[in-house]
Nanobody, 125 residues
Framework: VQLQAYGGGVVQAGGSLTVSCAASGYTFSIGDMAWFRQAPGKEREFVAAITWSDRSTYYADSAKGRFTISRDKAKNMMTLQMTSLKYEDTAVYLC???????????????????WGQGTLVTVSS
């Protein structure tokens, strides 16, 4: 499985941006998918996730009410719509996927097998 994130760029604070993730390869093996982000000098942090089976969505507190994660199985695509962007949202956004399996916390990066290379989102103040 290969994941390719794209759509990052520079946006002013208060603006909106959508980043996307395209999956290829043995995509049938992908279960849940998620977005993480990593700012310079900081730990990788969970942003949002969507389950494969029922499309339940989960968000970090920092993303609730501002970000929307969605998924198109037919196109093997996942997107993250971001609104009301803040300077502190500046980071490399990485898409991730994992196989189906026993219960694991959906926000834990260690449980994700597949990772894209990331796309940089810069929010200017």
């Amino acid at each position: 499985v290969q994941l390719q994130a794209y759509g990052g760029g520079v946006v002013q604070a208060g603006g909106s941006l959508t980043v996307s993730c395209a999956a290829s390869g043995y995509t049938f093996s992908i279960g849940d998918m998620a977005w993480f982000r990593q700012a310079p000098g900081k730990e990788r942090e969970f942003v949002a996730a969507i389950t494969w089976s029922d499309r339940s969505t989960y968000y970090a507190d920092s993303a609730k009410g501002r970000f929307t994660i969605s998924r198109d199985k037919a196109k093997n695509m996942m997107t993250l719509q971001m609104t009301s962007l803040k300077y502190e949202d500046t980071a490399v956004y990485l898409c991730a996927g994992r196989t189906s399996g026993p219960y694991r916390p959906i926000s834990r990066a260690l449980d994700y097998t597949y990772w894209g290379q990331g796309t940089l989102v810069t929010v200017s103040s």
